[in-house]
């Protein structure tokens, strides 16, 4: 039966291999569902529910993956989509964000998770990529990882709030804030040793560190799942309509999934040896694969669900064939009933000044934002037309806490200073037309 589905020998790949990737990938992926609850907790959702919804939709759809497109790619909730959720939609932090609630935040991925099947059949995803010049693309990349790694050391207390330069410098000596220096040594020590599933393994040790100094509540580590019910089926797709800024909202979760899906197919079957002649077989199976992710997540309470490049991690140890997404699936629900190391771990602190810090999961968001700089090399620098609009959405999106923001500053300098310098046919039309709607969204709204 494997053979018939998944084709192992034609595919070069056996099936003791295949569960080595599995689990390989799920090793470098997992620390997502500590995180995940953690991060959409900050804007009112349920901590146990988003960890159920965020195992489940994963599953599923890696499953798809497997089973639509045969890729060892596996699937859960992006990083920097769901801080595009909880701190730019929703306003995790006071006074900073939309301040839509979290029901029609969920609507407007479900509605963002739509377009993307139905722009499936008209191939208007591909126009969307051709347009949208790569200084930008990588721009965004990087932007978003800038604004992951400040909220990662604003959760260690490295960097704390300062009424006089907005923030700065916190307490080195406090117990959480060394705690965090430990875990993100822990896991740089085990990335440079290339040790499989680093990350998960930093937080786990960073967890057991704090244990003994009281950062961190030992609740158990195995127990009955969580309900669901505080987050399934509560997305308010009618709700996103009557918010002003729906459009635009739509607009970057549509977009930072069709980048993200993008740029993690082509990076993983390019190590796999998967592209032919540059393209990539059932490519339209794997993006239908991931745009159902990202509708089902939102269904069951869970922010954009994606590829995931950690997928790497398993192809390097020889995976080739959609087996290896099941092993990783069936991982991926086994972990429904770790609950009290979910919540361990994702807990906050709060310190004798009423702060709430998050020392074991920030280590992760910082080297998480560190692999996100990667791409800054890809902008063309010495380009002025192509340098500035870059900078500028790379800078702006930490300052202002919002993707949005960045997007917009980027898209609209990108068409003004190619239009001024004379260089205005080198833009794709799409470009300017968002532009233009950005502009109008800052004088109206």
């Known amino acids: 039966m494997l053979e018939k589905w998944f084709k192992l020998r034609e595919n070069g790949t056996t099936t003791r291999r295949e569960i080595a990737s599995g689990m390989t990938t799920f090793m470098a992926m ?18 146990g529910a988003v960890m159920i919804a965020t195992c489940i939709s994963s599953a599923v759809a890696t499953i798809l993956m497997a089973f639509l497109a045969n890729y060892p790619i596996a699937l859960a909730p992006a990083m920097g989509h769901n801080f595009y959720f909880a701190f730019t939609v929703c306003g995790a932090v006071a006074a900073r964000g939309l301040g839509y ?9 479900f509605i963002s998770g739509v377009l993307f099947i139905l722009l499936s059949f008209v191939g208007f995803r591909v126009k969307i990529i051709d347009a949208v010049p790569s200084s930008l693309k990588s721009a965004i990349a990087v932007g978003i990882g800038l604004l992951i790694a400040l909220i990662g050391l604003q959760w260690s207390g490295v960097v704390v ?12 000596s406090s117990r959480p804030v060394i705690l965090s220096i430990t875990g993100l040594t822990i896991i740089a020590l085990l990335l440079a040793l290339r040790v499989p599933g680093a990350i998960l393994l930093g937080i786990i040790a960073t967890a057991l560190i704090g244990l003994p100094f009281g950062i961190v509540k030992y609740y158990g580590l195995v127990s009955k799942p969580p309900s669901i019910l505080p987050t399934f089926l509560k997305l308010d797709v009618l709700g996103v309509f009557r918010q002003a800024d729906f459009l635009s909202v739509i607009f970057v979760f549509f977009f930072l999934d069709l980048f993200d899906t993008i740029g993690t197919l082509i990076g993983v079957s390019e190590q796999a040896g998967f592209l032919k002649k540059g393209k990539l077989p059932r490519a339209k199976n794997a993006l239908l694969s991931d745009a159902i992710g990202t509708v089902s997540g939102a269904a069951l309470g869970t922010s954009t669900v994606t590829s995931y490049i950690e997928s790497a991690a398993g192809v390097s140890v020889g995976g080739r064939t959609g087996f290896s997404n099941l092993v990783t699936a069936f991982l991926l629900l086994i972990s429904v009933f770790f609950f009290p190391l979910v919540r361990m771990v994702g807990g906050g602190y709060q310190t004798p000044q009423g702060a709430v810090l998050y020392p074991v999961i920030a280590p992760a968001l910082i080297i998480v934002g560190s692999y996100m700089m990667r791409v800054v090399k890809k902008i063309a620098w010495e380009d002025v037309t192509e340098a500035i609009p870059a900078f500028l959405t790379m800078i702006v999106m930490p300052l202002t806490f919002s993707i949005t923001e960045g997007i917009a500053f980027g898209f609209i300098s990108y068409a003004f200073v190619k239009l001024v310098s004379g260089r205005g046919k080198e833009v794709h039309w799409i470009i300017y037309l968002f532009a233009v709607l950005f502009i109008l969204r800052y004088i109206y709204l």
């Not at 620390?31 to 959409?40: A, D, K, N, S």
């Not at 609630?101 to 991925?109: F, H, K, M, S, T």
């Not at 709030?161 to 080195?172: A, K, W, Y």
């Open 30 to 47: 997992s620390y997502i569902i500590f995180v995940q609850p953690t991060v959409l907790s900050a804007c009112g959702m349920d901590f």
């Open 101 to 109: 609630p979290w029901e029609v935040a969920l609507g407007a991925v």
């Open 161 to 172: 709030d300062n009424p006089g330069t907005l923030i700065g410098l916190g307490d080195l």
